[in-house]
């Protein structure tokens, strides 16, 4: 069972899929688009029959790439990642943290898909997904992605907290274009079990993700912000733009900048990546902000390396 989370911030107990849920999709696939192929090169060998050879070979080229390689990416980007096949046999294609796929990952599955898949008859695809942990072929491995089973019984659904209403749209302006998938994992993870931690630890918890919030964004840390309220405004504020861009309309007028090529952000266990410190007092809540009539609340600006959240001692 693997712990995914969403572009929409929620952690899905799904599992990934298995060579054989995955050959039955990619068999439906192949079966569809080679059908499409054979019609349409019928169609044009009548309508190219008076072209010399040479504009033939050209044509038959085209609608080659055209169906059997440009269609299924479209088809990917378009879908977020259910084709036919896919939505037959109940998977999706998601990104590494579990948010859906763009143009670039299909892109990349789709050009390799032609080895992995047609030049050599699905036999790279299946030895790759055999070796693999989490059953990803070559594709899937170079762009990013992975193939997941959306309709498992019982699958739980763990929505983020809101964040305070006083901190709604107050991040809007922030660039999170510098922060790594795997940090926003990290995040959601925590705030979804944030609280079925012990209360000492998930402050701590809590301070050093903000810390590493904050260093990737170079924004300052917020003053009497509480370090999980912070996590809770920045990934809602992150959902908003994602929903934004999935269905073409403006979120505040903000949008998220192209992804960067960061460093990735370790993906370890978050008990053993922030677990195993000292114990600390709880940390009393701060009391929330009067939101001003005028003028927004102040930020107490900081050096670039200084932390800006920790637990009292």
Known sequence: ???????????????????????????????????????????????????????QAAV??????????????????????????????????????????????????GALGVIELLA?????????????????????????????????????????????????GRFGGMDLSAVPDGLWLAIRQYLTRMNQLDPQVGDVMAARLADDLVARTGAPAPAGVPAASFLMAVVHERQSRDAARAFSRTAGGVHDQAPSQAQAYPQPQLAAAYGGMPALPAVAPAPAPVAPAVAPVGVAV??????????PA
């Open 120 to 168: 050599f008859f699905g036999s790279v695809a299946c030895i790759a997904s055999l070796v693999s942990a989490r059953g990803r072929r070559l594709g899937d491995v170079f762009a990013g992605t992975l193939v997941i089973r959306e309709r498992v019984p019982g699958a739980r659904v763990m929505p983020v907290p809101a964040p305070p209403p006083w901190l709604a």
């Open 60 to 109: 038959a080229v085209s609608s080659f790439l055209l169906v059997l390689v440009g269609v299924p990416i479209a088809v990917e980007t378009l879908s977020h990642g259910r084709s036919l096949g896919k939505l037959a046999c109940g998977l999706r294609v998601v990104r590494d943290d579990g948010g859906p796929i763009r143009f670039r990952h299909a892109l990349v599955r």
């Open 1 to 55: 069972m693997s712990d995914l989370v969403t572009g929409d911030a929620v952690v899905l107990g799904l599992r990934p899929a298995r060579l054989p849920s995955r050959a039955l999709a990619i068999l439906l696939d192949l079966v569809v688009y080679i059908a499409g192929y054979l019609l349409i090169t019928l169609g044009l060998a009548f309508a190219t029959a008076s072209l010399d050879d040479a504009a």
């Open 302 to 311: 900081r050096p670039p390396r200084a932390t800006g959240f920790a637990p």
